[in-house]
């Protein structure tokens, strides 16, 4: 076996000839496979920055694991239409708007051997996230939170508590704001 210098800093090349073929199959027999099986990542987004971010962490998560992704729009009831009618039209356009947008944005931002699918619901957003990870049934769910708090959050809720309180599998939030591990 030789080690030589790679041309990146901190890597190296090693070279093995056929008598260091046990030494090869005995150091992988030890690496112990990880415990995680994920195989359909749920990541819901409103077009934001912030829900860009949750799908650069599931990108490279994909990718890790093989996974596939799921990108899903929540398009919100539409109850200004109603006894006058055109709810149904309303929420159509909004439907494939919503669809056109998640095309774009994967075509922008999954770019690398990453299987995913777009779908777009009409609904609570919380309820239609919760409703298609049981149904996937997802593995993860890599949502953002803009981190409002007091009388905003009051106000507004939170899709991303919301959803970790009820989701039948484990919750990435990825804050706005806050330490980056993935880099973009």
């Not at 309303?90 to 995913?116: S, Y």
């Not at 939170?158 to 806050?178: T, Y």
Request: with cysteine.
């Amino acid at each position: 076996m030789k080690a030589k210098h790679a041309k990146h800093p901190g890597e190296v090349v090693l070279e093995l000839n056929r008598r260091d073929e046990p030494l090869w199959d005995a150091a992988n027999q030890l690496r112990k496979p990880s415990p995680f099986r994920i195989k359909r990542i749920l990541v819901p987004t409103d077009f934001s920055d912030c829900s860009k971010k949750a799908l650069a962490y599931a990108i490279p998560l994909a990718r890790e694991y093989e996974a596939a992704i799921t990108l899903l729009h929540v398009v919100p009831i539409n109850y200004s239409a109603g006894e006058y009618g055109g709810g149904t039209f309303i929420d159509t356009e909004m439907r494939a708007n919503g669809l056109r947008e998640l095309d774009r944005l994967a075509a922008a931002e999954i770019r690398e051997n990453v299987t995913f699918q777009n779908e777009v619901r009409v609904g609570s957003p919380t309820t239609e996230i919760i409703d298609l990870a049981k149904s996937l049934p997802a593995d993860i769910i890599v949502l953002s939170t803009h981190g409002h708090t007091g009388l905003k959050h009051a106000l507004l809720g939170s899709v991303a508590e919301h959803v970790v309180r009820r989701a039948p599998c484990p919750v990435l939030v990825v804050r706005e704001k806050e330490h980056d591990f993935v880099e973009e």
